[in-house]
């Protein structure tokens, strides 16, 4: 926690600063309210402490500022003995506390320390409430750089802003769930309840008391009030019961247009045409497929696996206490023809299984492959890829590795790959590689 500490006397300003220093807190000195206004944002992190009477900008014009700055930091006023009426004053306009002079300097201390927790509380607060609201950490926690993987996150953000029902079709593991969370928090309903309900978990009885009552005592709203004004995923949406459905058509009809609900509907179904067209009745499926997001297999973006690979094999390597993983020319090539029958959420196991093995300093992602390819029976055979693609994609690869670890220091990647800095930039506009993503 930070503590500015603003007052004219250098030997006041030295004192209180060496008191809360003491107590391990972050001290920083201005001589001047002005000077103090210039280093003190909206979020700063820590408490003001201020005298009232200086020269230019008093302690109380400070205070108002501050208070129309930043309503909740804390600032504690350092008052002349007996001014009662400028300490009522203070508190009035805001402040935290007041201290009269000559004061105790444990009192100071404690103080702090409690205005410092009352701070740290807020900012955690602001913190989670952006980012609950704000969807671009979603949209960055979708990794991929694809024309499918750009395309995508266009239709995120449009179709975010929209009001209609959208249906999601994709194999297992290809981010289906992900994008209606993403779907979500980037549009207007991102501060309202998003509520989710597996269609497969429950029977048909079960399912339609869950989603519109009468509810049991566990349960105090049906989910369809929960997710008023906010998102309804009903994920595997092909398992509706007939009853359901029917009853879920007149929720959908009497909500209109534009829908006070956003309803996600996401179909598991490996073929979403047999799948989900068949198993819902016409009327209720052209509503909920209103628009579509339809999540390409993984081994139809090759592009991508080599960056998600790495992406996740460097979490994994922090977590575990390892290096990241280095991925050999012919491992790469494993990996961009691997099957992935289970998609995105199989790569994510491989790298884990991968790094743990490098922990262990034996086997080979190659065996990792092979194991799960026969416990999955992967029927889906790769695609052949032109050689074009592997270059690419490996080169991509290495020069993304190398930025990470030189934290985005162009110098130390010309060096380490021995590439001319023309040569470095040209690459890295053509793969969409961008410096600042590294610093
Ligand atoms: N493009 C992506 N970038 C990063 N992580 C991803 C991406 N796509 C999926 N994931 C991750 O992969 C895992 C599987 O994704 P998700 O659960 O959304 O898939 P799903 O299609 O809903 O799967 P299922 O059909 O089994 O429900 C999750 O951990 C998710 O965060
Ligand atoms: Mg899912």
Redesign the pocket.
Known sequence: MRIAIVDDEQDMRQSISQWLALSGFETETYASAEEALKAIGPDFPGVVVSDIKMPGMDGMVFLKRLMGMDSSLPVIMITGHGDVPMAVEAMRIGAYDFLEKPFNPDRMTDLAKRAGQTRRLTLDNRALRRELSDGTVLMR????SSPV?ER?REDILDLGQADCHVL?T????????????ALHAVGPRAGKPLVSVACAAHDEAALGALLFGPTSEMQDLPLVEQARGGSLLL??VEALPQAVQARLLTVIEDMGMPAETRIVA?C?APDPDTGCEQALRPDLFYRLAAMRID?PPLRARGE?ILT?FN??GDEFAEEYGTDAPQVTAQEAAQLLQAPWP????Q??NIAERAILQQRRGSGTIASLLMADGEETGAQVTAEGKPLKEYVEAFERMLIDNTMRRHRGSIAGVMEELSLPRRTLNEKMAKYGLSRSDYL
């Open positions: 926690k979708l990794i991929g993987m995508l999601i994709g194999e297992t593991g290809t981010g289906k769930t992900l994008v209606a969370h994920e595997g996401i598991n999540l991508d998600l992406r996740f289970g998609n995105v959420r790569l994510i």
